[in-house]
C-alpha cells in the first residue's frame, strides 16, 4: 500500500514539472511567433513584419511637429539609439549609409535617441548631420515603447504605405538586411 501511494505522489510531481515545462515553452514559442521567429532576447527586435507605423506625435530638435502621417507616403527608415549604448554611436555611419540611399530615392529616415539629456548629446548632434529627423525621448521611451524597440541600436524599415518591410537590432543585423534591402 505504501508503494502505491508514493508512486501517485511520484506521478503527481512529474505530471506537474511537465505541465511547467510546456507552459513555459509555449510562451517561448508565442515569442518566437511575435519577433518573426527571431528571440527576443539579446540583440532582437521586437518590431514585426506586420506591424505598421504607430499613431505619435512628437517634437524633433529642429522644432518642426512630425507624426506618423509625416513618414507616410515615402519609404521610410527609423532608427532607436540610446544613449547608453556603445554599439548605437558604432552604427551612426552604417545609418547614414542608408539614409543618403534613401534621400536620393525619395525616401526619408527618422532617429529616435532615447536617454535623459538625449537632445543635447553628441549621438544626437551625429545623427542630426546625417538623418532627415532625429527626435529625443527621455528615460521613460515613449516613442521607443509605440515602435516596439527593447534594444539598441535596432532599426525598422516601412514601406510608402507605413508597413514594416525589415526589421533587427544590432550593428550585424543592419549590416546584412539593410544593404540587401
Do not use: Q
Request: net charge negative; glycine share 10%; proline share 2%.
Amino acid at each position: 500500500m505504501i508503494f502505491a501511494s508514493v508512486g501517485l505522489i511520484m506521478v503527481g510531481v512529474v505530471g506537474v514539472l511537465n505541465l511547467a515545462i510546456l507552459l513555459t515553452m509555449l510562451r517561448r514559442w508565442r515569442e518566437l511567433a511575435e519577433t518573426g521567429g527571431v528571440p527576443a532576447a539579446g540583440a532582437a527586435s521586437t518590431v514585426r513584419m506586420i506591424d505598421r507605423i504607430p499613431a505619435f506625435s512628437a517634437r524633433a530638435l529642429d522644432g518642426t511637429a512630425v507624426t506618423e502621417r509625416t513618414l507616410l507616403g515615402t519609404e521610410t527608415l527609423v532608427g532607436f539609439f540610446s544613449l547608453t549604448c556603445k554599439a548605437c554611436a558604432d552604427a551612426v555611419p552604417l545609418f547614414a549609409e542608408h539614409a543618403e540611399r534613401l534621400r536620393a530615392t525619395g525616401g526619408s529616415s527618422l532617429a529616435i535617441v532615447h536617454g535623459d539629456g538625449s537632445a543635447g548629446s553628441d549621438l544626437a548632434a551625429a545623427l542630426s548631420e546625417v538623418m532627415d529627423i532625429v527626435i529625443a525621448e527621455d528615460a521613460k521611451a515613449e516613442l521607443s515603447r509605440r515602435y516596439g524597440a527593447k534594444n539598441y541600436p535596432t532599426y525598422a524599415w516601412y514601406n510608402a504605405n507605413g508597413i514594416v518591410t525589415s526589421a533587427g537590432a544590432g550593428i550585424a543585423a543592419m549590416r546584412t538586411e539593410l544593404v540587401t534591402s
